[in-house]
């Protein structure tokens, strides 16, 4: 395995089934036990400085589209993905400077709501997606996921979005099915 250009080190990485991260300030590196494993942690160890830049500067990206995606929970669907630099407002007292953790902290909150509706381990709903939509993501819980019924059965979709000046506005569109009764 020659010299490896650093996006051929996350690569290779990747294809061992490694991972490649931050731990404060040190560059963590866990790979299986292989042959390349030993020339692999010596590219690491000579270009951990600008391995650590680019970490630190991919955590506080706000996530593409296709990650946004893939990281949604089943019956969550993406309406819309505007996402905005960091740092940006939340609501009146949060100012977001880490849009990476911001936006895969709520994903995980969404995720995790969405699976145990009641509780207290993580926000309400109506907040997480209403944090996500000042922050420039509209999504729709689909029919059958935590809070797209009401008690009676019929079918509601619940989609938040922020107007022009800020101000949250939940919407509620009755389904086709429960229109017929």
Do not use: W
Not at 40 to 48: D, G, M
């Amino acid at each position: 395995m020659g010299v490896l250009t650093i996006g051929e080190v996350f690569e290779q990485v990747a294809l061992m089934g490694g991972s490649l991260g931050l731990n404060g300030e040190r560059v963590e590196l866990v790979l299986p036990d292989v042959p390349e494993a030993d020339a692999l942690t010596e590219s690491v160890r000579l270009n951990r400085d600008v391995i650590a830049a680019m970490l630190k500067d991919q955590e506080s990206r706000a996530p593409s589209v296709e990650e946004v995606k893939a990281i949604l929970p089943a019956g969550v669907r993406l309406v819309s993905y505007q996402p905005k630099e960091a740092p940006f407002a939340v609501n009146v007292a949060n100012i977001v400077t880490n849009a990476g953790r911001f936006y895969r902290a709520h994903f995980a909150d969404l995720a995790r709501r969405l699976e145990k509706p009641e509780g207290y381990h993580c926000p309400p709903l109506s907040d997480i997606l209403g944090k996500l939509g000042a922050a420039g993501l509209e999504l729709k819980i689909e029919r059958g996921c935590y809070g797209s019924e009401d008690q009676t059965g019929n079918g509601y979709s619940r989609s938040f979005r922020n107007d022009a000046s800020g101000r949250r506005e939940a919407g509620t569109e009755r389904s086709a099915e429960s229109e017929r009764g």
